[in-house]
């Protein structure tokens, strides 16, 4: 691999765990687990109700990380389950009286910090940002895509 090429993707890389690290941090002053952190911020930011499937294919968790989230912050009595009606097993995941204040001090100002950050960016830098990232992570999905198969296809032969 060219030594340029190998040198950027490690910055890359440690952009990427730097902001992990951010939302780890604002986890952790929260009191919270990071998929419980997350659950709340997803949960805050749509306007659309989330049940327990939702949150998983949409933010990319594992169904029993997610359930187990959802129970903790049920425990501490900011979420609740509630029936979707049409459904037959099918929760909201939804905001309590005493979550939704939680989120009003500590998910909301995150909320209004990554939108003034984006906004610093022109326009044309925002389109271009995330045109790029969704292209590399296409890119990046492709090829990994390739390994998994190649990876099988020698198993077969062995």
């Given at each position: 691999m060219e030594k340029k090429i190998e040198e950027k993707l490690v910055f890359l890389n440690q952009l990427y765990k730097q902001q992990d690290d951010i939302y780890r941090g604002m986890a952790a002053r929260c009191g919270l687990s990071d998929a419980s952190f997350w659950v709340l911020y997803a949960v805050t930011e749509s306007e659309e109700s989330y049940s327990q499937n939702d949150l998983c294919n949409a933010w990319f968790f594992p169904k029993q990380t997610i359930n187990s989230a959802i129970n903790n912050?049920?425990?501490?009595?900011?979420?609740?389950?509630?029936?979707?009606?049409?459904?037959?097993?099918?929760?909201?995941?939804?905001?309590?009286?005493?979550?939704?204040?939680?989120?009003?001090?500590?998910?909301?100002?995150?909320?209004?910090?990554?939108?003034?950050?984006?906004?610093?960016?022109?326009?044309?830098?925002?389109?271009?940002?995330?045109?790029?990232?969704?292209?590399?992570?296409?890119?990046?999905?492709e090829e990994v895509d390739q390994l998994t198969k190649e990876k099988e296809e020698n198993h077969k032969g062995e």
């Amino acid at each position: 691999m060219e030594k340029k090429i190998e040198e950027k993707l490690v910055f890359l890389n440690q952009l990427y765990k730097q902001q992990d690290d951010i939302y780890r941090g604002m986890a952790a002053r929260c009191g919270l687990s990071d998929a419980s952190f997350w659950v709340l911020y997803a949960v805050t930011e749509s306007e659309e109700s989330y049940s327990q499937n939702d949150l998983c294919n949409a933010w990319f968790f594992p169904k029993q990380t997610i359930n187990s989230a959802i129970n903790n912050l049920v425990k501490m009595g900011f979420v609740v389950l509630s029936q979707i009606a049409g459904t037959r097993n099918r929760k909201a995941v939804e905001l309590t009286e005493e979550g939704k204040a939680f989120c009003e001090k500590n998910i909301v100002p995150l909320l209004k910090a990554e939108s003034k950050s984006f906004e610093r960016f022109s326009e044309e830098e925002q389109e271009l940002f995330l045109t790029l990232f969704e292209k590399q992570l296409a890119f990046l999905r492709e090829e990994v895509d390739q390994l998994t198969k190649e990876k099988e296809e020698n198993h077969k032969g062995e």
